[in-house]
């Protein structure tokens, strides 16, 4: 039996069929080794996408909400165990810190590298975590003012004191504030010489806004 392949004759024994796929497969990857390279090349795409990727996902950053709470809950943590307790002075203080710390995080964080929102790849910039941390920290200051001035209700209601200490809420208001500034200076102050941010006793507002806080009770179980 005769049959042509490429214009050669071919001459099969009796009984034998010939598999013109096959043998049409097999003559065109004679005829292209490139198939071989191309998949090697595909593969090798796949393995450097997979490492863009896994980059990318070890560069994204992810703010959760309670970010800034958690850190100034642990700073007030580190004060009850050394003083056994602690009042809206150090409630002030580890804020302002809180905020310098999560400051100094994210500008080190965008020194040499760039992070992403997400991984697919949507940048995240400096100034956009820093309106984050803004956020958060206004976020901070009005929960404080409010949980204070809810406490204070529910003194005067109990006939504890006359009235709202209305100044003294406002004046705890400017003193987050004021703390956030003067930590801040700190930061930048001790990044000149490579020195971290530290808890300071720093008095904001007067002692008296400080004595009718503290006595409106239940601070250390609301803070933490």
């Known amino acids: 039996m005769a049959a042509n392949i490429s214009n050669y004759p071919v001459h099969l024994q009796d009984g034998l069929k010939l598999d013109r796929d096959c043998l049409k497969s097999r003559g065109s990857q004679n005829k292209n080794p490139k ?5 090697f090349l595909e ?34 943590k580190e004060i009850r165990e050394e003083k056994g307790q602690y009042g809206y002075s150090d409630v002030v203080n580890a804020c302002g810190l809180s905020y310098a710390r999560l400051y100094s995080e994210i500008e080190q964080r965008h020194e040499k590298e760039q992070y992403y929102k997400a991984a697919d790849g949507t940048l995240l910039t400096k100034e956009e ?38 100044k003294a809420l406002e004046e705890l208001e400017d003193s987050f ?10 930061y930048r102050e001790g990044g000149q010489m490579g020195k971290p941010p530290a808890l300071q006793n720093y008095m904001f507002g007067n002692g008296r ?15 933490e």
């Open 35 to 39: 198939v071989f390279h191309r998949d």
């Open 177 to 186: 504030y004021q703390a956030k500034d003067a930590y801040m200076k700190l």
């Open 209 to 223: 806004m400080y004595e009718v806080l503290n006595r409106l009770g239940n601070l250390q179980g609301r803070v």
């Open 43 to 76: 593969v090798s795409q796949l393995s450097k996408n997979r490492g863009i990727l896994m980059d990318k996902i070890q560069h994204t950053v992810v703010q959760p909400a309670a970010s800034f709470r958690d850190m100034r809950a642990g700073i007030l």
């Open 129 to 166: 975590e820093i309106e984050w941390l803004d956020m958060q920290y206004e976020q901070e200051v009005a929960w404080q003012k409010s949980c204070a001035g809810i406490a204070a209700q529910g003194q005067v209601f109990q006939g504890n004191i006359p009235e709202m200490p209305t």
